[in-house]
T-cell receptor, first 112, second 114 residues
Framework: GDSVTQMEGPVTLSEEAFLTINCTYTATGYPSLFWYVQYPGEGLQLLLKATKADDKGSNKGFEATYRKETTSFHLEKGSVQVSDSAVYFCALRVNQGGKLIFGQGTELSVKP | NAGVTQTPKFQVLKTGQSMTLQCAQDMNHEYMSWYRQDPGMGLRLIHYSVGAGITDQGEVPNGYNVSRSTTEDFPLRLLSAAPSQTSVYFC?????????????FGQGTRLTVV
């Protein structure tokens, strides 16, 4: 079945460091791919998305490219800030009823 | 700009009690879903709905019931709570089509079953 695998955390970085969180997926058909972010005590917010192969989603300095050949959607940011500390979820959507399939989440902690 | 509203935010139940988690959205979305979030397991789909009167099971439906009598509301019922249902529950809604793939989430309900 469809699934998402993302790198385990927690990930601890110093401010201004480069961030990569790996995400790979298996899916039948042509899913849309997402990164969601969850700040402490809050719900999930969409960070970025890509709906077809080679699309690049970007927002708030974060980027991810939909790579069909490697079935990947890795999240990157060139210079993280303390305010980026959160849990990041990679997800895919199959078109049956808007269902989302999530990875297990990666906790990011950025130290000053 | 309410978006997706969940109530209550916190709840403690005794084993065997029943309760309903409420979810309402004001975006006229066709799709609504319930997820539970457990440490190290991401979010897992409990039930979902593609429109009023239509519901289906997700990955972990046992112990939960849903109904969808209106487009706006999608309540989740626990008929006889068990400690294994201690979790954080999220409701989400989204529209149809490639241009409406984003799902909007509520703030969550933290449920503890003792």
């Amino acid at each position: 079945g469809d699934s998402v695998t993302q790198m385990e955390g927690p990930v601890t970085l110093s401010e201004e460091a480069f961030l990569t969180i790996n995400c790979t997926y298996t899916a039948t058909g042509y899913p849309s791919l997402f990164w969601y972010v969850q700040y402490p005590g809050e719900g999930l917010q969409l960070l970025l998305k890509a709906t077809k192969a080679d699309d690049k989603g970007s927002n708030k300095g974060f980027e991810a490219t939909y790579r069909k050949e490697t079935t990947s959607f890795h999240l990157e940011k060139g210079s993280v800030q303390v305010s980026d500390s959160a849990v990041y979820f990679c997800a895919l959507r199959v078109n049956q009823g808007g269902k989302l399939i999530f990875g297990q989440g990666t906790e990011l902690s950025v130290k000053p | 700009n309410a978006g997706v509203t969940q109530t209550p935010k916190f709840q403690v139940l005794k084993t065997g009690q029943s309760m309903t988690l409420q979810c309402a959205q004001d975006m006229n979305h066709e799709y609504m879903s319930w997820y539970r979030q457990d440490p190290g397991m991401g979010l897992r789909l409990i039930h979902y709905s593609v429109g009023a009167g239509i519901t289906d099971q997700g990955e972990v439906p046992n112990g939960y019931n849903v109904s969808r009598s209106t487009t706006e509301d999608f309540p989740l019922r626990l008929l006889s709570a068990a400690p294994s249902q201690t979790s954080v529950y999220f409701c989400a809604s989204s529209g149809q089509g490639l241009g409406n793939t984003e799902a909007f989430f509520g703030q969550g309900t933290r449920l503890t079953v003792v």
